[in-house]
């Protein structure tokens, strides 16, 4: 007979990962903010919501404000959207982890992948 623990399994959960490439307008748009925090990806980036998730997909591309206001690419086969969401307020206990991902998201915490 085989045992599997799951206890530490249960907490893995893959990302979706699909990728999208920011159009030209959307760097240029990012390339204005003001306080900017690091350079604005121009090659693929990656969702990074719970693999199955509803809604839109969505990626990280740059934070503004000094670091204090995170922009985020939506997109579906829809349409697409760059806006800045407020972080998602959930923490994992006991260790403290926070959650990374916008504060609407569907699917798990970023601590629970
Ligand atoms: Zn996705
Ligand atoms: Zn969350």
Redesign the pocket.
Known sequence: MIVENDTAAAWVWPRCAVATTLTAAELSGLHMLRERVGAPPHTGVACELAAGHDQMHAAFVVADDGGDRWWWIRWSRQGRELSHLDI???AHQPTGDD???P?T?PG????QM
């Open positions: 998602c307020h959930h959650c990374l991902l504060a998201h798990r915490h970023s601590f």
